[in-house]
């Protein structure tokens, strides 16, 4: 750097250096610089002699990072420097041709964009598996009851494949946000330069086929500093973390004693360090923790971005580390509900005892009433009161007698008591997206052609 005549300041370069983390670039920069020196041969910049020592040279370096044991020079200030001080030292000077055409601005936002579209196709790579054993378990326990909640207090019986395929459809929107985020990283911002463009005519459109890009970026401006597809992902991976949240939060609260609906396999529990007799739901409970996490990943990037300047500044150094930690703990998360998934033991005793009760059809008898000509909501109060008489009795709802019914209502007639048989309340909900064996069985079907469907049109363009 002629420009300078003095060193860095030790504190200004332990700010300043990023290799401790920015070294996961190294096989997309290594794969994106053998690329450029392909678009600079095409345009002479390169002889065949030439592009085949960079080509074989960077290959050297992709192996000696790989290995074990391998460090960074302290010298090394990122990945984009200690990579072509790497190639120096197996094909001498000639390394110092490959910087030709392009500037570490557009050269950084390349590999991450690379990033990104591997690990999108990762995403919902592990989606999918959470997806397919959630049908498995939908499919399984397509007619055990179980509470519905609202407020955590027992409001409305389902089937507990009901139940589950709701996470479903959760992660079937979660894979169409990776998706977003996977296009939105197929425009390739090489060719940007520093701001402006570079002076050479590489054949930018080549060199984009070449790595996998789908297009490129038609303004220099925006491809230097456009960081959207991270922030793309990382929004997919905050929504989707929360969803994980969600599943986890259930899974704690349905394997306590005081629910006892199902129990994790041993291989996703722990025990306690005290008390020998516990086994706790640790995997589910940071599935839960680990949401919030992701979420401050993406607000992190988001801020840093708030109100920058085009087009780079030093601040988009800080894309790497909440990109990198939001792709870490989302892929272990949906790894690791997977996991759980597969193991997960439902008890059907304890969910069937948990929907026998009376209160949960308190909505069934409302619609009776209105099916007789009664205003929902005045049906509303009469069973309201109903369920207060009962309440303060001590007794189950059919366990009031036909009296009690009339001086509520002169609707209310022995078909109240019919109304309140368990498996009623089950199969009147026939509307589609509803809990009932028909409107399920439809849903099943429409969860398996789902899951085919995921991520299916982006193997066949990898392939």
Known sequence: MSRFRKDPDPRFWRLNRSIEFDARLAPYDIDQSQAHARGLREIGVLDDDELERIVSGLENVRERIGQAGFSFDAADEDIHMAVERLLGEEIGPLAGKLHTGRSRNDQVATDVAMVVQAHSLRAIELLRAAMARLLEQAEAHRDWPMPGYTHLQRAQPVYLGHHLLAYFWMFARDALRFEFALESARVMPLGSGALAGVNWEIDRRAVAGDLGFAEISPNSIDGASNRDFVLDYMSAASICSMHLSRLGSEIVIWSSSEFGFCELDESFSSGSSIMPQKVNPDSAELLRAKSPRVAADFLSLLGTMHALPLTYGKDMQEDKEPLFDAIETVEGCLDAAEGMLAGISFDRERLGAASGDEMLAATEVADLLVRKGVPFREAHGIVGGLVRDAVERGVALSELG???????????????????????????????????????????????????????EKAEEEL
């Open 402 to 456: 036909e009296e009690d019914l009339r001086a509520r209502s002169e609707h209310l007639d022995a078909s109240f008591y019919e109304v309140l048989r368990r498996e009623s309340w089950l199969e009147s909900k026939r509307i589609e997206g509803g809990t009932g064996s028909e409107p399920l069985a439809r849903q099943l079907d429409l969860a398996r052609e789902t899951l085919r469907e995921v991520g299916e």
